[in-house]
């Protein structure tokens, strides 16, 4: 039997030695590589375990102006309800960003209604917020998940000049259809072709278009309709040059625009019921002016970073 003694309190020894050794050989306790303050730590998140692990999440962006505030919105909001978050802001392109999402290197970002809906199907019909949100819910792979969408969108939207709008009554599209004779239309030249552009109001609010102006900033389209050399114009709904009160979006009460709601795109298994209890009333309360404002904060060299707190403890989210 003393044989056996001995033994055993050798092996109890050599257990206790091992539980204070890190897996990495260091000592307990030691920073590991992506902890805060050590080499690849995110600037103002915070960083833990690999992506996938409970409690920890990765927000990617594209590396837009607009995705990179939105990305810090969702993860300081996630970071404040305990989630240990880190982000990457310079992810690329859609399909990039989908593909980091499906193999799980990315675990949420923040996306628009209508241009995932015809990432995934180019054909769908839908254009109105609600009809395109459950479109795409029934065209997502099945490991991704749109959470709820927010009432803040990019939706290309006609303006016009304040003036005008005084002038003329204009509120909505249709009221651009009473005015005597064809409009001069500018906008980017991408929608020139485009369904859901010039072609759509001539077939949804039967709006006589004399020609269409590509004009790609909104700059021009501000200089354009000033001089009067084109009496409306297509913005997106969140441009900053909206927030100066010299142009008036009319609304589109017939969805010629495909909706562009800005919605939070999750792995299918980050998409917790915790998360979604942080990142939907986020989207509840994020409205178009306000991201334009965001934006145009970005825009004037403001760090995103520094944007999005500003916003969400305004909004008491943070």
């Not at 309800?81 to 999402?101: N, P, S």
């Not at 254009?127 to 479109?135: D, F, L, M, S």
């Not at 979006?249 to 917790?272: I, K, M, Q, T, Y």
Request: glycine letters at 12%; proline letters at 8%; a neutral charge.
């Amino acid at each position: 039997m003393r044989p056996v003694r001995i033994l055993a309190l050798t092996l109890l020894s050599v257990v206790a030695l091992a539980g204070c050794s890190s897996p990495s050989g260091g000592a307990a306790g030691g920073a590991a590589p992506g902890a805060p303050g050590a080499p690849g730590a995110a600037p103002g998140a915070a960083s833990g375990p690999s992506p996938g692990a409970p409690g920890t999440v990765v927000v990617g962006a594209s590396g837009s102006r607009q995705s990179r505030v939105l990305a810090e919105v969702y993860a300081q909001a996630l970071a404040s309800a305990g989630f240990t978050v880190t982000t990457r802001l310079d992810v690329g392109g859609r399909a990039t960003y989908l593909a980091e999402l499906r193999t799980g290197a990315l675990d949420v970002v923040p996306d628009y209604l209508g241009a995932l809906l015809r990432f995934y199907q180019p054909g769908s019909p839908e254009t109105a917020p609600g009809a395109v949100a459950q479109a795409l819910a029934n065209y997502l792979p099945g490991d991704l998940s749109a959470l709820d969408a927010s009432r803040a969108a990019t939706t290309d939207t006609i303006v016009v000049s304040a003036a005008s709008a005084r002038r003329d009554s204009l509120t909505s599209i249709a009221d651009l259809a009473r005015l005597t004779g064809p409009i001069a239309l500018a906008g980017p030249g991408g929608l020139a072709g485009d369904g859901h552009g010039p072609a759509a109001l001539r077939a949804d609010y039967t709006l006589s278009i004399a020609r269409y102006d590509v004009t790609e900033t909104s700059a021009q389209i501000l200089a354009a309709l000033g001089s009067g050399a084109d009496e409306a114009a297509i913005l997106p709904a969140s441009d900053p040059a909206l927030l100066t009160g010299g142009l008036v979006g009319l609304s589109d009460p017939r969805h010629a625009f495909l909706a562009e709601n800005v919605v939070p795109v999750v792995r299918g298994v980050a998409a917790s019921p915790r998360l979604r209890s942080v990142l939907n009333p986020v989207s509840a309360a994020l409205s178009t002016a306000a991201l334009a404002r965001m934006d145009q904060q970005v825009a004037a060299g403001a760090d995103p970073a520094a944007v999005a707190r500003a916003w969400l403890r305004a909004q008491g989210l943070a």
